[in-house]
């Protein structure tokens, strides 16, 4: 299949193609390219007065973790009986029949990283998926990181129990603890496979199982942290175990810019248009992306659905515009910022040869963050999943 005639945003760069074409093999961009195709079959698309977009990634949300409308029984998020629990898997509690995945395919959004709570020191595994399909096991694009949250949310969650922690000194004890354990383990089993005649392997334990992908740099670190102690706290134990680091809310990051730029931290900004609920979201400030992009931060913004509805995430980016964020540096935070952050733009974040084809075609003109657009088409792995007559 071709789109042709089109204007396209490859977020490979700055400026568009102005006049071009994009086809489309099994899912995947075979090719992006100035003018017309040599060849225009039945099936192919006249695209004249739109203009194309990659798919919008939401890099921090619980959509399908947390369902809508429902309480206890559709609220799979939090494991709050341990504080450390890396071995709890995302995939396993998302019910993709949940409505907001309709909701966040008709606003463009093609891909959401899905993340337990932040009740406990450690959430769990964190899982990238596409937004569109009937059972998660095919929606399930990579596993990206573990979990960790610093800060209220543990130390009210356990104060409530009567248990550690109930301190920020507590919460940074269970981390190391566990990531100490972990690298050991890690050890004995490198040990063992190197030398399996005179060498046992440790005891199993799926705890340290789901931590070594970490240690080994295969996945990220993703800590929730709005204040700016907690950032500085994420960054500290990062640089103490070699571990990829990602800052979840970075609310107080407007604070810091300069001390998250040195450490190379990204981090996914949000939510953004919502209240200050709580006493470490005091420092919560339109500007934040901005300053901290200027600062040269890389950036993505999120909804943390369903704290803002997964629909909403477009105009959240707008809101950061009116807040100082030059617009294309937006568009970046929901494209191809947002898939380097996960783990995932070998296969997603911009439109080009080799991805995946999730695109969204927009009438010629039309801006895309702005409360009032709508995708007229919206594609995922080639086909269309939404359009605007829907």
Do not use: W
Request: glycine fraction near 8%.
């Amino acid at each position: 299949m071709k789109i042709y005639n089109a204007e396209i945003y490859t977020m490979e760069s700055d400026l568009p193609i102005k006049k071009g074409y994009i086809e489309i093999e099994n899912g995947i961009i075979k090719a992006v390219s100035q003018g017309e195709p040599s060849v225009i079959e039945k099936g192919d698309m006249d695209a004249s007065g739109m203009t194309i977009y990659p798919g919008f990634i939401d890099a921090h949300t619980h959509l399908g973790i947390i369902e809508n409308g429902i309480d206890f029984e559709g609220d799979d998020c939090n494991e709050a009986t341990d504080p450390f629990t890396p071995q709890m898997r995302v995939i396993d509690g998302i019910n993709p029949f949940d409505e907001c995945f309709k909701e966040a395919v008709s606003r463009g959004i093609t891909a959401v990283a899905s993340s337990p709570g932040s009740a406990n020191a450690c959430g769990g595994e964190i899982t990238v998926i596409k937004t569109s399909g009937r059972c998660v096991d095919d929606m399930l694009v990579k596993m990206a990181g573990i979990k960790f949250a610093l800060g209220e949310n543990p130390k009210n969650v356990y104060n409530g129990k009567d248990e550690t922690p109930i301190t920020r000194m507590a919460i940074t004890a269970i981390i190391r603890e566990g990531l100490g354990k972990a690298k050991r383990y890690l050890e004995d089993t490198e040990a063992y496979n190197a030398d399996k005649e005179n060498l046992e392997p440790p005891e199993y334990d799926i705890k340290n199982e789901a931590l070594m992908p970490l240690l080994k740099n295969e996945a990220k670190a993703f800590f929730h942290c709005h204040r700016a102690d907690d950032i500085c706290t994420a960054i500290r134990i990062s640089k103490e175990y070699n571990l990829d680091c990602v800052i979840i809310h970075g609310t107080e990051g407007h604070l810091i810019p300069d001390i998250i730029a040195k450490a190379g931290v990204p981090v996914i900004c949000g939510p953004v248009i919502c209240d200050r609920c709580k006493p470490e979201m005091k420092g919560l400030d339109i500007k934040n992306a901005a300053v901290m992009s200027n600062e040269g931060v890389k950036l993505a913004i999120c909804t943390d659905h369903p704290v803002i509805p997964i629909q909403y995430l477009p105009i959240s980016a707008q809101t950061s515009c009116k807040g100082g964020l030059e617009y294309i540096k937006a568009l970046e935070a929901l494209t191809i910022n947002a898939a380097q952050i996960t783990g995932t733009d070998d296969v997603m974040g911009s439109i080009a040869v080799g991805k995946h084809a999730d695109l969204q075609l927009y009438k010629s003109g039309e801006n895309p963050l702005d409360l009032m657009s709508q995708p007229a088409a919206v594609m995922i792995n080639g086909k269309i999943v939404y359009e605007e007559s829907e």
